[in-house]
C-alpha cells in the first residue's frame, strides 16, 4: 500500500489548512487510519486518529481545533486544522493499519510527511 499526502504549507497563526492521505488499492482492508507529526528535536506523536467503526481520538493539545475524518470507499483520511498555532509547525505523517484477513495480517504504513509551518 503507497498513501500519498496533500495539503500541507504556510499558514498564519488562526488560519486553516487541510490535509489529505489517500491509500493506493489493494487487497488490504483498513481498520484504523491516523495522522501525526514530528516537529524539529522532538519524537512523532499521534495527532488524531479514527478507527473503522468511525472512533475518533485526539491529541489534547489538537482537541476542538483538528477534526479528523475518512471516507472508507476513498480510502482517504482528511485532517481539517483551523485555529492553527506556530505550535503546529511539524512534519505530518499519515498512518494505517489493516486488519487480519485469510490472506493476509494485520499491517502497518506510513506515508511520506507533508510538511505544515504555522507563522505567527
Known amino acids: 500500500v503507497q498513501l500519498q499526502a496533500y495539503g500541507g504549507g504556510l499558514a498564519q497563526a488562526g488560519g486553516s489548512l487541510r490535509l489529505s492521505c489517500a491509500a493506493s488499492k489493494s487487497d488490504f482492508s483498513i481498520n484504523y487510519m491516523g495522522w501525526y507529526r514530528q516537529a524539529p528535536g522532538k519524537q512523532r506523536e499521534l495527532v488524531a486518529s479514527?478507527?473503522?467503526?468511525?472512533?475518533?481520538n485526539y491529541a489534547d493539545s489538537v482537541k476542538g481545533r483538528f477534526t479528523i475524518s475518512r471516507d472508507n470507499a476513498e480510502d482517504t483520511v482528511l485532517l481539517q486544522m483551523n485555529n492553527l498555532r506556530s505550535e503546529d509547525t511539524a512534519v505530518y505523517y499519515c498512518?494505517?493499519?489493516?486488519?487480519?484477513?485469510?490472506?493476509?495480517?494485520?499491517?502497518?504504513?506510513w506515508g511520506r510527511g507533508t510538511l505544515v509551518t504555522v507563522s505567527s
Open positions: 498512518k494505517i493499519e489493516t486488519r487480519a484477513t485469510y490472506r493476509y495480517s494485520p499491517r502497518t504504513f
Open positions: 479514527i478507527a473503522d467503526g468511525g472512533i475518533t
